[in-house]
């Protein structure tokens, strides 16, 4: 399983992530962001089948989080923590390689 | 089977958790818009982090930069709704000072270009900044609840242009702010989509490697403010560009007479007289970019509305120096 390419990122924002007001109201850490974890907001998720895909790179593309990296294989990943379910990786994808299924809770 | 090479870098800018709705367009122009940027960087300066950003106010500021967190892994700064053009030019100046090589990229919305920033814009590509501005076209303010701006096009429902008995909502034609920006005769000026992402990458590279002054018009679905389903995004925005509404076009150095324009798709035939496009033929109706979104819902009751509107989008490709015909 790839890492994904904010791994650094949301170990980093775990460790010094505060709400104390800076001078001039600067944020310091970058991409700090990732402490929101909108995945809560999703109600349809995406199932990816491997099989059918054929690697257009489309979703990874598409995806406005971005909640979509590649793998080494460069096989989509599909990141659940983010994710909203917007659905468009779904509708872009040629093969149906995405599907959009009920969230189970 | 071979496995192409991802179609852009995979380094990342634009951070996930931001506040976007889901399905933002303008969310995918941002991610795409600041890897091709880092692209271009890379090739002209050696550098890919080489470029700051300077953003007005507007959707997406407010959801990629709610304090204490930020969405962006690039140094940037949040000005006031007027002025992202006056702060990137101060940004050019003081890096030209320090002798950092670079570009700065200046981003705003609709609203933040089209009505209230226009004349900071203009100013800087008049004193010739090496910056490149990007306006994201969600065609309404979405950011304080979807009022009308001056790129808010005919016939379209907004809190402010309400549709009924004595109105059938936006009644004027939309304003081409990338127009405006070429008459300046600045190196480049152009239209993207997010409905076609490799072209507006294409697009943003090209305009981030010009020395001078650039400007770029991307055209992105807001799936609150136009009411469309969320998963359907990046179809309404290829749509756009099928039916006819939403031209792609590049003009360079200002020269009207030789603008270049991508072929729409969708089965549109293109007529071409030596290199140039002369005559376009589409073959997908308006109606089937409106129906998607609520947003024209109303004007299905006013046929003569949805004349008024093809009459307009010929008048456009007109001024283009493109004959059409819409089905």
Known sequence: MAESPFKADIERVEKEYSEKMTPGAIVYLPGSSVINKTGSWRVFMPEFHKDKCVRCYLCYVYCPEPAIYLDEENYPVFDYDYCKGCGVCANECPTKAIVMVREKK | ?327
């Open chain 2, 1 to 327: 089977m071979a496995v192409r090479k991802p179609p852009i870098t995979t380094r990342e800018y634009w951070a996930p958790g931001h506040a976007a709705c889901a399905g933002c367009g303008c969310a995918i122009a941002l991610k795409l818009a600041t890897k091709a940027f880092s692209e271009a960087m890379e090739e002209k300066y050696g550098d890919p982090n080489a470029f700051a950003i300077a953003q007005a106010t507007g959707c997406m500021e407010v959801v990629s930069a709610v304090f204490p967190y930020t969405a962006w892994k690039v140094p940037w700064v949040h000005v006031a709704f007027e002025n992202a053009a006056a702060a990137a030019s101060g940004i050019d100046a003081a890096w030209k000072k320090l002798g950092y090589k670079g570009k700065i990229l200046a981003i705003g919305g609709d609203g933040g270009t089209a009505d209230i920033g226009i004349q900071a814009l203009s100013g800087m590509l008049e004193r010739w900044h090496n910056v490149v501005y990007l306006m994201y076209d969600n065609e309404a303010y979405m950011n304080t609840g979807i009022q009308r701006s001056s790129s808010t096009p005919y016939g379209a429902w907004t809190t402010t242009s309400p549709p009924g008995k004595y109105s059938i909502g936006e009644d004027k034609p939309k304003k081409w702010v990338a127009l405006i920006a070429a008459a300046h005769q600045i190196p480049y000026a152009a239209t993207a989509s997010i409905g076609n992402p490799f072209d507006f990458v294409k697009k943003m590279k090209k305009a981030a490697k010009v020395d001078g002054p650039a400007f770029v018009q991307v055209h992105c679905t807001c799936p609150t403010g136009w009411k469309s389903p969320l998963e359907k995004s990046v179809e309404i925005a290829r749509l756009a560009i099928e039916t006819g509404i939403w031209p792609l076009f590049e003009i360079e150095n200002g020269d009207f007479h030789n603008i270049k324009i991508q072929s729409p798709g969708g089965g549109a035939k293109v007529k071409r007289e030596g290199g140039k496009v002369v005559a376009i033929e589409f073959k997908k109706p308006v109606e089937e970019y409106l129906k998607l979104q609520g947003r024209f819902k109303h004007l299905f009751k006013q046929p003569e509305a949805i004349q008024v509107m093809k009459e307009q989008i010929k008048a456009m490709w007109k001024v283009l120096g493109v004959d059409v015909i819409l089905p």
